[in-house]
């Protein structure tokens, strides 16, 4: 993870105080190409079963909580003010860190729970996401038709239609293979999109504590109190140990990169969410194997 992560971000971090303007503009083409092909390139390769499914609903349930419970509760909604800061709160890196925390930590076949939610996460993430965090216009009416031009417009909904196409065609098992690279390198351009947005912040030399002290709420319900969420969820609904596990370290992941492109595509909060994924990043280097160590030793025990 570590030898593509800090290249890419020290690359991205070198252009973009150069090149200021550069994150917006590639993050445009990347949401609207890129998600769908990294959608449809994991859907493809992790195939679809009854576990995947189970994950996936739960992913866009808990997240879905913390968005609505966020709106309603006046302390959470004064710790988390902004849509940005809930979905930093409950959206993580679970393509880049969560599923292979979960192969380090769990045996092989936590694999498929972990894929479903990463990819119930993306789905809910890029449906509602951009709606969100974008300033609504007088022209798109009420909540029921932005959502559903939000839904319309989903790059997730695109790569998902895309891998129900192609999953019952005899060539499912070759367009996987011949995706799934591509799908790594919008990973990675991903990434190189954060360091762009950080040097762009170190161009402008806006000072990192104040930015810091504004994400420090959000770091501490993200990487810790959204997976004691997860975990609690799966102990009262009494799921299987291994979905727990694997839900629990789900959580456990940094803020996602997507939570930067769709502020760039917005044009709105891109420095709190670059912030957030930096910060995030930084800290769950500590955090996330801690979960790790915590679940295994949790269930061992029982």
């Known amino acids: ?148 031009m939000s839904l319309t417009a989903s790059p997730a909904v695109r790569g998902l239609a895309g891998a129900l196409l192609v999953q019952w065609t005899p060539w499912r098992a070759g367009v996987a293979e011949a995706m799934w690279i591509p799908s790594q390198v919008v990973i990675l351009l991903a990434l190189a999109v954060v360091g762009l947005r950080l040097g762009s912040i170190a161009r402008d030399r806006r000072a990192p504590g104040p930015l810091a002290a504004s994400v420090a709420p959000v770091l501490l319900a993200k990487l810790i109190g959204y997976p004691l969420l997860l975990l609690s969820i ?7 140990p291994l979905m727990i596990q694997a839900l629990t370290l789900q959580g456990a992941a940094p803020a996602a990169i997507s939570l930067l492109l769709i502020a760039e595509s917005a044009g709105r909060d891109q420095d709190l969410a670059a ?20 679940v295994t030793i949790l269930f061992n025990q029982a």
């Open 234 to 240: 799966g102990l009262l609904l009494r799921l299987d």
């Open 1 to 148: 993870m570590l030898l593509s992560l800090i290249p890419c971000l020290l690359l991205g971090f070198w252009i973009g105080g150069r090149h200021p303007d550069l994150s917006g503009r590639l993050a445009l083409p990347l949401v609207r190409f890129g998600v769908p092909l990294s959608v449809m390139g994991l859907l493809l390769k992790g195939g679809l079963s009854g576990q995947m499914l189970q994950a996936a609903l739960l992913a866009a349930a808990a997240i879905g909580v913390v968005l609505v419970v966020g709106v309603r509760v006046p302390p959470l909604r004064r710790l988390l003010p902004g849509p940005c800061s809930r979905l930093g709160s409950c959206v993580g890196n679970t393509a880049y860190v969560g599923i292979p925390l979960a192969l380090a930590f769990l045996p092989a076949s936590a694999l498929p729970i972990s894929i479903g939610y990463d990819l119930g996460a993306t789905l809910l993430t890029w449906s509602v996401g951009p709606m969100l965090i974008a300033a609504p216009s007088p022209r798109e009416g009420g909540r029921a038709i932005r959502l559903l």
């Open 275 to 294: 912030g957030l994924v930096l910060w995030s990043t930084v800290c769950a280097a500590l955090t996330a194997p801690i979960w790790g160590v915590l």
